[in-house]
């Protein structure tokens, strides 16, 4: 059977494009699967299709591509099926090059099944769908979701479908009773979501983890302002959002306005996530409304149990209160009451066996709704929709040969931002890579080496590789941008396919080290791709220790794709513990990791100035017992010593008879400091530099500064 998908945009990581990863993945084992995007923003998708699957592409939309189709003629007029104002909108609204490019593959396609993704798209493929097909539209929001007029605009095109499934049985109950006269089937499916291909989390790392496209519906207020509540009964607990949207700054100044900007972390988008699920002790879900709730059930793979409010539609339909999660009432809309969400986290955070009971409870319930399992139901669908049709003339003369799959096709080397690969589903060949319709079939090559690093708790990394070359093989990292070629070579096992880096065996200076593999004892190299770099076990966990000082060890992905090491090597270093800031001054505690014994009682932390050390300052130290200790930085002093555009001073704890140590953050999970640990800066006025911001911050190294700057000046 041929099957194909039409949808917005493949490249993205949205949940509706890991929806159709995983179904048309799970599909692609018996069937002919084709993926077809609308719209092609990106030389390859950020998420990786299965082997089988066919991508392709309608509209150039790459800017930098010869073939950009962003100023075509046709895009200056409307489309044709939903051109009501307000329905369609952004830089890829549909336009009449929309109109001509979808009727156009629509009538050429040899189909037997194509399933719509988007309403606008259920529209074309009521419109231009052919008779002989099966013709399904899914609904990946939900009927109160979407506007009056494209609400109006949808139902209306829904009677020329043969089916119409929705993620949640309440939606689908919503549309049936709201089109009591249309005879198209209208059925729940819910979305397939893989096993996680990450360790469970242990459930202790005192981490809440939330995911999600930062959006008003999502209300991360609510769950900032919860955890805000619980946050003084559990000072060692933190929450990760993850995600970008444009709710991003909204949410970074309530944070700032109750004073967790040292508790609650803005994290980013992240690809793939279940490696950050997994670093979760509870996750959280706190929308006014769920379609589905793909990250509910991609936390419970991951062995983490979920609090989720009990919105429409799609959490109650996942979640069992009580056994494998916690429902928590919906409070209205535009509220501000928080206490039974705060209650929920509570209850979680204050006892272990309940989480783990609830833990063991997610991961039998998100076994469920494995795609193999949800592909089955759509397969189901597919052939009571299709009895007594005629099937596509292409798909008839591979019937008669016996054949339910389409022949081999020819596949091209994927490019480097597909790091996900078809490994980490443990598919045997490479995935098609993405390109126009009528640009298939490309020579084959090589896959690339696939790696899945794993860090314990001692700070080891083990590193599985998957689609070696053949031969004696060496696992080699090399220091980046180094004078002196630094690098480790270690032996793959014969008959193994990893390795393992002890910190007994190896030193890495501290830098950033790019993985490859090697034919034994020779220098030509292959870059591995990056696949899975688990980091949860580092979460509280203390640097390697041994006669050098401390060491600290973080696999990751670079931004194209391939594995590296961010290492920490210190004879001395101070850990950074809490971070306080208010109008006049930033006060901050820290811990004497390395050397053991640091005299604190008459040390000073040193501001070095970057532009001249006439700008040089010190401030008093408190030792606080036990290698811990505070100090504050008045603005004032670096107001008075101000100088260019942008000041920085670098600090160090100084303590006479002993070389100065460096204040940072290096423990734990977190590559990049910078990007993720963030105080909210105070603004003063200067006599001749007038508005200056002013606030500490992580540096590319995660070394602690201070930074002074106009106001206006980009980047710390």
Known sequence: MKIVFLIHNAYGIGGTIRSTVNLSTALAARHDVEVVSVHRVADEPQLTYGAGVRLSSLIDMREDSPGYEGEHELTKRPNTMFPDKGVDFGRLHYTALHDERIAGFLARTDADVVIATRPILNGYLARYGKPHQVRIGQEHLSLDAHSDQLRTDQNAALSDLDAFVTVSEADAAQYRAALPDVTTTILAIPNGVPRAQVEPSNLATRVIVSAGRLVAVKRYDRLINAFAAVADEFPDWTLRVYGRGPEKAKLRRLIDQLGLYDRVFLMGAVSPIETEWAKGALAAVSSDMESFGMTIVEAMHCGVPVVATDCPHGPAEIISDGQDGLLVPLAPATGTDVSAYAAALRSLMSDDALRRKLGEGAL?????????????????????????????????????????????????????????????????????????????????????????????????????????????????????????????????????????????????????????????????????????????????????????????????????????????????????????????????????????????????????????????????????????????????????????????????????????????????????????????????????????????????????????????????
């Open 364 to 716: 039998a319930k998100a076994a469920t709704f494995a795609p193999d399992v949800i592909g089955r139901r759509y397969e189901e669908l597919f052939t009571t929709l299709g009895k007594g049709r005629t099937p596509a003339r292409g798909q008839q003369a591979a019937r008669g040969q016996g054949a339910d799959r389409a022949p081999e096709r020819k596949t091209a080397r994927p490019g480097l931002l597909r790091r996900v690969r078809a490994a980490l589903r443990g598919d045997e060949a490479t995935p098609t890579p993405a390109g126009d319709t009528a640009a298939q079939g490309t020579a084959s090559e090589a896959p690339r080496t696939v790696a899945f690093a794993r860090s314990s708790a001692n700070g080891d990394i083990t590193i599985r590789l998957a689609d070696l070359p053949p031969g004696p093989l060496d696992f080699v990292a090399r220091l980046r941008r180094d004078p002196q070629r630094r690098e480790i070579r270690v032996p793959v096992p014969e008959g193994e396919a990893g390795v393992l880096l002890s910190h007994r065996d190896h030193a890495l200076a501290e830098g950033r080290w790019d993985c490859y593999v090697a034919p034994r004892d020779t220098h030509n190299r292959t870059r591995l791709t990056a696949a899975i770099a688990e980091t949860a076990r580092l979460i509280g966990e203390p640097p390697a220790r041994d006669a050098e000082g401390i060491a600290a060890w973080v696999p990751y992905a670079t931004t194209d794709g391939f594995l590296a090491l961010r290492s920490w090597q210190r004879p001395a270093h101070a850990e950074v513990t809490r971070v306080a800031v208010d109008h006049d001054a930033a006060t901050l505690t820290a811990r004497v990791l390395a050397p053991t014994d640091l005299p604190l009682t008459s040390a000073t932390v040193h501001a070095a100035a970057r532009e001249d050390s006439a700008y040089d300052f010190d401030v008093p130290v408190t030792d606080l017992g036990d290698g811990r200790f505070s100090f504050t930085l008045p603005y004032a002093e670096a107001l008075r010593r101000r100088s260019v555009e942008h000041d920085l001073w670098d600090l160090t704890v100084h303590t006479p008879g002993r070389a100065p140590v460096p204040v940072g953050r290096i423990t734990g999970d977190i590559v990049d400091r910078k990007k993720t640990d963030y105080a909210p800066p105070a603004h003063h006025e200067h006599p001749t530099r007038g508005t200056t911001r002013i606030k500490p911050f992580f540096t590319a190294t995660n070394n602690l500064a201070l930074s002074v700057r106009d106001e206006g000046e980009e980047g710390e």
